[in-house]
């Protein structure tokens, strides 16, 4: 089978497409026809980074796909399923033809969308759903979202506002302004001045900005990004985890047309390295997925 790997860090052009033995799934485990996965800011980092497991290195965190063997598990060849695998910790990544992953790490797929757009949601879904909750957001809580228009801020907005919220939205360019009210914010902007100070019950950051003194007394700051907390009592980073659960859970919500996703590109990935690159140029709206 074919896989998408790195034998070394750099740019987009150590990417490279190559032929790899099929995984023999272990007790527990499905294979899984690769449909589509999506490219988030962990893939281009482990990319140039030097992090991730040992190289040669196959990236990918999220997958859509289809059983083609259950084993002695509850799936059954021709189910669809998502799944996201945190491939630094395990080296298991997804951006593979065939993948073979622990049953509890898999959903059913939703089935009112493509199974490929549905590569769209474990990774940002379950980022959101998770940060939020360490948010403690209640209902009629003021929420900012710091990248509101991106795939995790655009997910949390729309869950955030689904759990009787008010939120605004921080853009990076006035072209999001938009797509930020669309998702559900009620106030948009698109510098860091122009959120009122101590307004907010929780602010929740996904860019890595300072913005502390945007919340009210006791506020609660949590940031999903790679860049030092602010100065604030009581910030938290949210790391994402696999959750199978929860990913079920942000399934259910699509299935319903409570969480929509949004989908910029498609590539077929032996165009990885163009994918890259147009992940990397930034602006896009919606996620871009590599198609199999």
Same mark, same amino acid.
């Given at each position: 089978?074919?896989?998408?790997?790195?034998?070394?860090? @750099? $740019? /987009?052009?150590?990417?490279?497409?190559?032929?790899? /033995?099929?995984?023999?799934?272990?007790?527990?485990?499905?294979?899984?026809?690769?449909?589509?996965?999506?490219?988030?800011?962990?893939?281009?980092?482990?990319? %140039?980074?030097?992090? +991730?497991?040992?190289?040669?290195?196959?990236?990918?965190?999220?997958?859509?796909? %289809?059983?083609?063997?259950? $084993?002695?598990?509850?799936?059954?060849?021709?189910?669809?399923?998502?799944?996201?695998?945190?491939?630094?910790?395990? +080296?298991?990544?997804?951006?593979?033809?065939?993948?073979?992953? /622990? &049953?509890?790490?898999?959903?059913?797929?939703? *089935?009112?969308?493509?199974?490929?757009?549905?590569?769209?949601?474990?990774?940002? @879904?379950?980022?959101?759903?998770?940060?939020?909750?360490?948010?403690?957001? *209640?209902?009629?809580?003021?929420?900012?979202?710091?990248?509101?228009?991106?795939?995790? =801020?655009?997910?949390?907005?729309?869950?955030?506002?689904?759990?009787?919220?008010?939120?605004?939205?921080?853009?990076?360019?006035?072209?999001? !302004?938009?797509?930020?009210?669309?998702? $559900?914010?009620?106030?948009?902007?698109?510098?860091?001045?122009?959120?009122?100070?101590?307004?907010?019950? %929780?602010?929740?950051? *996904?860019?890595?900005?300072?913005? @502390?003194?945007?919340?009210?007394?006791? =506020?609660?700051?949590?940031?999903? &990004?790679?860049?030092?907390?602010?100065?604030?009592? @009581?910030? %938290?980073?949210?790391?994402?985890?696999?959750?199978?659960?929860?990913?079920?859970?942000?399934?259910?919500?699509?299935?319903?047309?409570?969480?929509?996703?949004?989908?910029? !590109?498609?590539?077929?990935?032996?165009?990885?390295?163009?994918?890259?690159?147009?992940?990397?140029?930034? =602006?896009?709206?919606?996620?871009?997925?590599?198609?199999?």
């Amino acid at each position: 089978m074919r896989a998408i790997q790195i034998d070394r860090h @750099g $740019g /987009p052009e150590v990417l490279t497409v190559r032929e790899v /033995p099929e995984p023999v799934p272990e007790d527990g485990e499905v294979l899984i026809r690769s449909t589509s996965s999506s490219l988030n800011p962990v893939d281009w980092k482990t990319r %140039v980074w030097n992090v +991730g497991p040992k190289l040669p290195a196959t990236l990918g965190w999220d997958l859509a796909g %289809v059983v083609i063997a259950g $084993g002695d598990t509850a799936f059954r060849p021709g189910d669809h399923v998502v799944a996201m695998s945190a491939q630094i910790a395990t +080296g298991r990544g997804t951006w593979a033809e065939r993948v073979a992953l /622990p &049953a509890g790490l898999l959903a059913k797929a939703p *089935t009112t969308v493509p199974l490929t757009d549905a590569a769209a949601l474990p990774l940002a @879904g379950l980022s959101a759903l998770q940060a939020l909750g360490k948010a403690a957001l *209640t209902s009629g809580g003021r929420l900012l979202v710091i990248g509101a228009a991106g795939a995790v =801020g655009g997910i949390a907005v729309q869950l955030a506002r689904r759990s009787g919220a008010v939120v605004d939205a921080l853009v990076s360019r006035p072209a999001h !302004h938009e797509e930020a009210r669309a998702l $559900g914010a009620d106030r948009v902007w698109h510098t860091p001045a122009e959120p009122p100070a101590g307004a907010y019950d %929780v602010v929740l950051d *996904t860019a890595g900005l300072d913005a @502390g003194h945007i919340l009210a007394p006791g =506020g609660r700051y949590v940031s999903i &990004a790679d860049h030092p907390l602010p100065d604030v009592p @009581g910030a %938290v980073k949210s790391y994402v985890q696999e959750d199978r659960d929860q990913l079920a859970h942000l399934v259910s919500l699509v299935e319903r047309g409570e969480l929509r996703l949004r989908i910029a !590109h498609r590539y077929p990935f032996h165009q990885a390295r163009a994918a890259h690159e147009r992940f990397e140029a930034g =602006g896009t709206i919606g996620k871009i997925l590599l198609t199999f």
